[in-house]
Antibody, heavy 120, light 107 residues
Framework: EVQLVESGGGQVKPGGSLRLSCTASGFTFSSFHMNWVRQAPGKGLEWVSSISGGGEYIYYGDSVKGRFTVSRDNAKNSLYLQMDGLKDDDSAMYYC?????????????WGQGTLVTVSS | SYVLTQPPSVSVAPGKTATITCGGNNIGIKSVHWYQQKPGQAPLLIMYSDNDRPSGIPERFSGSNSGNTATLIISGVEAGDEADYFCQVWDSSYDYVFGDGTRVSVL
């Protein structure tokens, strides 16, 4: 059974930093691209970042480019999101999701999320 | 950037059919995926590549995609189908795009 467990969320002041983690199990982690997707309270889903299985290819949404850094450690079956220069608008539930391809890329399994609150 | 347009809400009586649309420019040539999100839960993939269901998703859920509109259909709606539904596409130009979501209410 695929399991994704996020951690590292919390409350932080504007301009601060936070590092999110996602631990995967139940599949060959290194074989899959992974995504971070966020959801502000009462809002829709917003793609944040993608990383390929080996970590060679990395992409970011425009709203986080230059502030967030995605990485992975395949030996530890773990995905990370380093968030610097946090803004109020970054407050959201952050989900990690496994990516698969069928006609185009999609998220076939999601973690339960970790909540990030940016507030002074 | 690419925009996906969904109705904010759809109301349906139990046992009837709910139709959720996802509009986008020439979306018919893209592969559309759908997620269901119940309150307090993570999104769940319920439809991929327009009309394929992951294992465990009831046959009551079906999809189509043509022209400028993709559609998710829920037949024989049950109380447990109350949720937010999001469509999603991917393209190398703009990566992942989600619709704003449609809240399905069962009367």
């Amino acid at each position: 059974e695929v399991q994704l467990v996020e951690s590292g969320g919390g409350q932080v002041k504007p301009g601060g930093s936070l590092r999110l983690s996602c631990t995967a199990s139940g599949f060959t982690f290194s074989s899959f691209h992974m995504n971070w997707v966020r959801q502000a309270p009462g809002k829709g889903l917003e793609w944040v970042s993608s990383i390929s299985g080996g970590g060679e290819y990395i992409y970011y949404g425009d709203s986080v480019k230059g502030r967030f850094t995605v990485s992975r450690d395949n030996a530890k079956n773990s995905l990370y999101l380093q968030m610097d220069g946090l803004k109020d608008d970054d407050s959201a539930m952050y989900y990690c999701a496994r990516v698969t391809y069928s006609g185009s890329y999609l998220c076939d399994n999601w973690g339960q999320g970790t909540l990030v609150t940016v507030s002074s | 950037s690419y925009v996906l347009t969904q109705p904010p809400s759809v109301s349906v009586a139990p046992g009837k059919t709910a139709t959720i649309t996802c509009g986008g420019n020439n979306i018919g040539i893209k592969s559309v995926h759908w997620y269901q999100q119940k309150p307090g839960q993570a999104p769940l993939l319920i439809m991929y590549s327009d009309n394929d269901r992951p294992s465990g998703i009831p046959e009551r859920f079906s999809g189509s995609n043509s022209g400028n509109t993709a559609t998710l259909i829920i037949s024989g709606v049950e109380a447990g189908d109350e949720a937010d539904y999001f469509c999603q596409v991917w393209d190398s130009s703009y990566d992942y795009v989600f619709g704003d979501g449609t809240r399905v209410s069962v009367l």
